[in-house]
């Protein structure tokens, strides 16, 4: 298909003025619609705000809490007791045990409570059998030996206890 040739009889100041309205019109066909801005608005904020609360994360709050994550050991001393037991000879039960903490300082302020740590801890262990401290019943002594220790050393917090030692006998 072949072209038709423009008007050349066209002057400079017509040549201007077509191309001033071709400018007016491309404009106008440019122009964005207030809603579609403010969505645009909405979603470049939010990104910011994600962006920013990620790096204040993990600046800030990330780097406070690995800095306290220092793990410290408390070692109970060697308990031996007699556990529960239908057999007349019994059964007896030897084992050492950790309190893990945070802080070193608190741990002068756990060995002042050790007598009645020591205490609830054979309290516990007596009331036991055998099957009682086989598979699971291990970590349920766990985590009653925990609950027991901190209400204790309360406003210290114990976090784990460790078994170094289990052996019965």
């Known amino acids: 298909m072949a072209h038709e040739p423009k008007n050349v009889d066209v002057t400079g ?5 077509q191309t001033d309205q071709q400018i007016q019109n491309s404009k106008q066909k440019k122009k964005i619609p207030p809603r579609v801005l403010l969505v645009n608005t909405i979603i470049f904020v939010i990104l910011l ?10 600046l800030f709050i990330e780097n406070n809490e690995t ?5 410290y050991y408390v070692s109970i001393p060697e308990v031996v007791v007699n556990l529960r037991s239908i057999n007349p000879k019994g059964n007896i039960l030897r084992a050492t045990f950790n309190l893990q903490i945070h802080k070193k300082e608190e741990e002068a302020k756990i060995k002042e409570y050790m007598p009645v740590i020591l205490d609830q801890l054979l309290s516990y262990l007596r009331d036991q059998s055998v099957s009682d401290l086989e598979g699971p019943g291990l ?3 766990r985590e009653a030996l925990l609950l027991r220790i901190n209400n204790i050393v309360r406003p210290i917090r114990i976090n784990r206890i460790t078994i170094y030692n289990f052996l019965i006998q």
Do not use: A, I, P, S
């Open 13 to 17: 100041d017509e040549l201007k003025t």
């Open 49 to 58: 705000l994600c962006v920013g609360g990620w790096f204040f994360y993990g």
């Open 67 to 71: 800095q306290h994550e220092t793990n």
């Open 139 to 141: 970590e349920r002594m």
